[in-house]
């Protein structure tokens, strides 16, 4: 007859544990510590990628979309105001077109041609409109840097530019009263 082979296990937590320095309690409860602060470094790690937490502003300027071109940059308008009142503004590049102001859209979002053509240095207004209880400006650009504008066009982009063979739209959204 074959011999037994005898196997000695330890398991962990248990009474008769090998390591008899630590105690039981005292390990499931560092064990139960480390599982929650896994969870919630996890969670936050989480919630820092997605970033619900944006304005009202970024949530809707990230809505909108020009048919055609396409979406470079995204800022909050430097200001000496709080973050969440002051306005989100995205960039677009694409191709020249005197009627650009079709192509912008977003969910509910309603710009009409202005009026008048306020002084914007650098810019001309072609729509606006309000949306969600906030203003929304949609503007051109007429040089290839205009002042007050916080993206810088590549080499590449502003020969086009230049040459009349880009178009860049600025859309701002602000929620704040003032």
């Known amino acids: 007859m074959p011999a037994r082979l005898a196997y000695s296990f330890v398991v ?5 544990a090998a390591d008899g320095r630590i105690a039981v ?16 470094a996890g969670c936050f790690g989480v919630l820092k990628l997605q970033d619900p937490v944006g304005t009202p502003a970024q949530r809707y300027v990230s809505q909108v979309s020009v048919r ?3 979406r470079v940059h995204d800022y909050i308008d430097p200001g000496t105001a709080p973050a969440e009142v002051r306005a989100a503004v995205a960039i677009f590049i694409g191709p020249p077109d005197d009627y650009a102001l079709a192509r912008v859209s977003g969910p509910g979002l309603v710009v009409s041609a202005p009026t008048k053509d306020p002084d914007f ?15 929304v400006h949609v503007k051109r650009w007429m040089t290839s840097q205009p002042r007050f504008s916080y993206y810088e066009l590549t080499a590449d982009e502003r020969a086009a530019f230049e040459a009349g063979r880009l178009s860049v739209l600025s859309i701002a959204v602000g929620c704040s009263d003032g």
């Not at 309690?25 to 919630?40: E, G, M």
């Open 12 to 16: 962990p937590g248990s009474d008769d």
């Open 25 to 40: 309690r005292s390990r499931r409860r560092r064990i139960w510590l480390l599982s929650f602060a896994a969870v919630a």
């Open 68 to 70: 055609g071109y396409e």
């Open 121 to 135: 240095r650098g810019f001309q207004l072609i729509g606006h409109g309000e949306w969600h209880g906030c203003f």
